[in-house]
């Protein structure tokens, strides 16, 4: 404590004697008078108090330690790395690049990590170390450093490319075409990156709902809800060709649609479409029904058209008609 207060005392001292240069503003004389009066009470000492003054003065101690003390030799104001640290941050990303070779990723990194504490602002390195991060499923640590390469060089394609990797690894397929796309206007003839665009492209599509699955891409509901269309469905379900057409379908005589039938099972079928006439179940009815039973149960419901499931099957019917594929049906 005696050591502190003879500090407090000298530094008290050498702020007692700027006040009395007179080469001080009064707004600066002032703040000196303040802050001796802090110390003095802080510290507990008086300017008056002689037993606490040293041989030197404080402006004469900083003289001679300033003089013994050898100045420290720096590479630069903005600390860049020297020839020896540039050249073994190369050698140690060579190093890196030959443990990628055999497939040895974690050495990578760690080789990669040296390279860049030696040399940050070495765009490459970032870039390296994502590749190696990304080949450990590492994918957020791979975006980290894509970015940290891009903040360094805005040009570097490469970076730009593996970040569009590890973001589609992601299943950020909407943010890795944004990248995809820098990493082209960088390296337009990059076969690479137009092949993972067109992958990232296909898998965004796939990840958008279909406009009706259960028509292979046709909108029911748009369909079902045009007034046009839903009247030709209703003159084509009251047709007695047509009626015959489908009920041929669901027996398997035009196709696939209906699947393939026992006797066993057309039987019932027919069975079922008796069932159904006397109920008032419709066309409906008649499609479950063998190829004579089940025409005459769609015409003898009464009504049938306008039932929700026949325009629904006659909304099938057609589309398999127009575009030559085997709808399904939803009901």
């Known amino acids: ?37 802090c110390l003095e009470t802080a510290f507990g000492v008086s300017v008056e108090d002689q037993s606490l003054a040293v041989s030197q003065s404080l402006p004469e101690i900083f003289a001679s330690a300033t ?15 020297s020839e020896e640290q540039l050249a073994e941050a190369e050698h140690l990303k060579t ?20 390279a860049i504490q030696l040399n940050p602002q070495n765009a490459v390195y970032f870039c390296n170390r994502a590749a190696a991060y990304s080949k450990l499923g590492n994918y957020a640590g791979a975006v980290q450093d894509c970015e940290r390469a891009i903040g360094i060089d805005p040009n570097y394609s490469k970076a730009y490319g593996r970040m569009g990797l590890a973001l589609a690894s992601l299943n950020k397929y909407s943010e890795a075409v944004s990248f995809y796309k820098k990493a082209l206007e960088l390296d337009p003839d990059n076969d ?20 009706a699955g259960g028509l292979g891409g046709v909108d029911l509901a748009g369909l079902l ?14 047709n007695p060709q047509v009626q015959q057409m489908m009920s041929g379908m669901m027996s398997g005589a035009y196709g ?12 019932g079928a027919g069975a079922e479409a008796g069932a159904g006439a006397g109920a008032g179940a419709g066309a409906g009815a008649g499609a479950g029904g063998g190829a004579g039973a089940g025409a005459g149960a769609g015409a003898g419901a009464g009504g049938g058209a306008n039932d929700l499931s026949s325009l629904i099957q006659a909304v099938s019917f057609l589309t398999w008609w127009t575009f030559g594929r085997w709808a399904t049906f939803l009901f």
């Open 192 to 211: 690479t990156y137009k092949a993972n665009l067109q992958i990232a492209e296909q898998k965004m599509k796939e990840g958008q709902p279909s406009p």
């Open 225 to 238: 809800s045009n007034p046009g269309f839903m009247n030709m469905a209703s003159n084509l379900m009251n």
């Open 256 to 267: 696939p649609m209906g699947g393939a039938t026992s006797p066993g099972a057309t039987a």
């Open 1 to 37: 404590m005696a050591d502190t207060k003879h500090l407090a005392f000298s530094i008290i001292q050498f702020l007692h004697d700027q006040l009395s240069s007179g080469s001080l503003s009064s707004d600066a004389q002032e703040s000196l008078e303040v802050a001796i009066q």
């Open 67 to 81: 003089k013994q003390t050898p100045q420290v030799k720096t590479n630069s104001s903005s600390g860049s790395p």
């Open 95 to 114: 190093d890196g690049n030959d443990q990628m070779k055999v497939e040895n990723f974690s050495a990578a990194v760690e080789f990669y990590s040296k």
